[in-house]
């Protein structure tokens, strides 16, 4: 089962409220991302957990936090929502770090700040 | 710094025709390429990957790319276009970032017409 599980899959927040997006997989990956997707732009890494250790992009580093309270899980939370933080995010694991392993992605939560 | 460029927001192709998707790598090094795709309402799937060695990869679908270091070009193409590759095409390079990610185009839409 290569599956990578994003919940929920539609999110409405209002501005200056917390937003806290959730993402599993059955796969017993090592590693676990956190991509940000707005229309006509490239997926954005912001972070990414490697075992226990986070890694988290230098120009979202204060935006965004994440835990993974185990192999399986993984969140991803805004503190305090804004208009910019409207958009598709990608939750993706792989099997250890390194340039061959392939990424799964989910099918990502779009979330709407209002 | 590292990037990927995928020139063409959107093509349109008739079925049974053949496809081209461009992508230009920005990388110091020996990069490491993918392509993945999108299908509606599901997450990003790996289509095909590079590594060192054959310049041409062959994927899944029918899909095969072409690496060019003398170009920092890995163009995506398929002989024979079916109306189930409607999708979004991402090309990404690996990067080192505090461990390896992917760094992605902006994607190119692919519209096939009857």
């Known amino acids: 089962d290569t599956t990578v599980k994003q919940n929920p899959r539609y999110k409405l927040a209002r501005v200056g409220k917390p937003v806290n997006l959730i993402c599993s997989q059955t796969?017993?990956?090592?590693?676990m991302y956190w991509y940000q997707k707005k229309p006509n732009q490239a997926p954005k890494l912001l972070l990414f957990y490697y075992d226990k250790i986070l890694n988290r992009e230098a120009d979202t580093f204060e935006k965004f936090q994440s835990s993974r309270p185990n192999n399986s899980f993984c969140s991803l939370y805004i503190g305090s929502a804004g208009l910019e933080y409207s958009a598709m995010y990608l939750c993706?694991?792989?099997?250890?770090?390194?340039?061959?392993?392939?990424?799964?992605f989910g099918a990502g939560t779009r979330l709407s700040v209002l | 710094a590292q990037s990927v460029t995928q020139p063409d927001a959107r093509v349109t192709v008739s079925e049974g025709a053949s496809l081209q998707l461009r992508c230009k790598y920005s990388y110091f090094g020996t990069p490491y390429l993918f392509w993945y795709v999108q299908y509606p309402r599901q997450g990003l799937q790996l289509l095909l990957k590079?590594?060192?060695?054959?310049?041409v990869v062959q994927g899944v679908n029918g899909f095969e790319a072409e690496f060019s270091k003398s170009n920092s070009s890995f163009h995506l193409r398929k002989a024979s276009v079916h109306w189930s590759d409607w999708a979004v095409y991402f090309c990404a390079v690996s990067s080192y970032q505090g461990g390896r990610a992917l760094i992605f185009g902006t994607g190119t839409t692919v519209s096939v017409s009857p």
């Open positions: 796969m017993n990956h090592d590693t």
């Open positions: 590079y590594y060192p060695g054959d310049p």
């Open positions: 993706a694991s792989s099997r250890g770090l390194g340039d061959q392993n392939t990424l799964y």
